[in-house]
């Protein structure tokens, strides 16, 4: 009877054991598979270190481990192969951001390929697929070859993860770069240490996509950092200072721009002067009220007698299907039916845009477009508001609490750097349509 009891409370103890320490438990469980799949990592030969946590030198893990990590660290691990050790002159530029941000990067790929340092190479771009139809119509001349990842793909599916790593592994890349201020984990370190480049060269990565723990770790995969200036500068001028500073040499670039002679004008429109409205974005804080985008659509249409079109992607159709409503379908709805590249049509040849926070706004300034958009302040600074010496045909409207921009530049830039609670709906339709007039009207 005795034993039974022993029996019962030992198994009570454990129990109590496993509850109150269940997150211990399973910490180490998966810090263990990170220590074993590090050591693969080291019997494979893999020069910059360990891919995920740790680093060449020692053991260094977080006091975290979150389960994803660990799952996709196990399909990198068996994508991972050690590459030939006799490298050519392949040079991987790799971009992964998002469409804004490759409008206002692309025109260095020129730059890079007219270099006098890297002429001589052959240039592999490794870009974001969201991005692919600008880079075809526009870039494809600047670059030898280009490989095209699905960011969302890459992050979710590990059978997509593993085939992408397995192709990438093949490219024999003696130098990558990484012109990227925000770099993370996933993406960049991940594929870096993939290729296990000769050289590999980066921005010193700010903390937007990683911890500090992670970019201690992290920048030991590069064998050069590019430290930036501390000053917020916008993201055009961000990248003008990575590419002077990597080919040291002054650039002689002012803005974004499209090549004119490369517009399509193929994309018909059966409206004459029109005005583009674009009531989508990226995250829901970062959206104007459809009915405020309604009010502005009118306004244009009464006032200027201009058409009005609405574009945006599939994902936006929920605004504009709303706004449509409102006009009795006497707006023309583009939303989900134009390529990147009709976007540069229709906004190369619209009277203005108004836009939230979105890329249609790098499209607008980079057509010369005269535009007015909304934000919430997030990022304030490196995407907006637009420098007038890029473009003096854009207004950047924030909430009442940004007030005095070029008085309190630095202030703001500082505090909503990397987030912002502000409402975007406190800017109200009366500013948006004064800030027409001043765009029209002069």
Known sequence: MIIYLYIALSIIICFVFLVLFKKYIFFVIKLKILILLDILL????????YLIFGNKNKFDYPMSVKLPYVIRKIADVLAISKVNNTKTKNLAIIKLDAIGDYVLFHNFLEILRKSEKYNEYKIILIGNLAWKDIFDNFDKVFVDDAFFINKNQFSKNLSYRYKTLKILNKFNIETSIVPVLSRDFLFYDTIVCNFQSDENISFDSNL?????EEKNISNRFYTKIIKSDPVTKFEFERNKEFFEKLLDTKIDLQKPGFNKDLIKNDFKLDVSDYAVIFPGASEKNKIWDYKNFYETGKYLNET???????CG????????????ELSNNKFTDLTGKTTLTDMVSILSNAKILVSNDTSSVHF???????????????????????PENISQN??????????????????????YEHFSNLDINSITVKTVKESIDKLLKT
């Open 394 to 415: 854009i207004i950047s409207l924030y909430p009442p609490e940004i007030v005095e921009i070029d008085k309190n530049f630095i202030e703001f830039s500082k505090k």
């Open 364 to 386: 607008g300034a980079s057509c010369n477009t005269k535009t007015v958009f909304m934000l919430n302040g997030r990022h304030f600074g490196r995407f907006a508001p637009y």
């Open 304 to 310: 200027y007698n201009f058409d009005i079109v609405i």
């Open 42 to 49: 080291k019997l494979k030969g893999i020069k910059y270190g």
């Open 313 to 324: 992607g599939r994902e936006d159709r929920e605004y504009s299907e709303k706004i449509m």
């Open 208 to 212: 937007s996509n990683m911890t500090r």
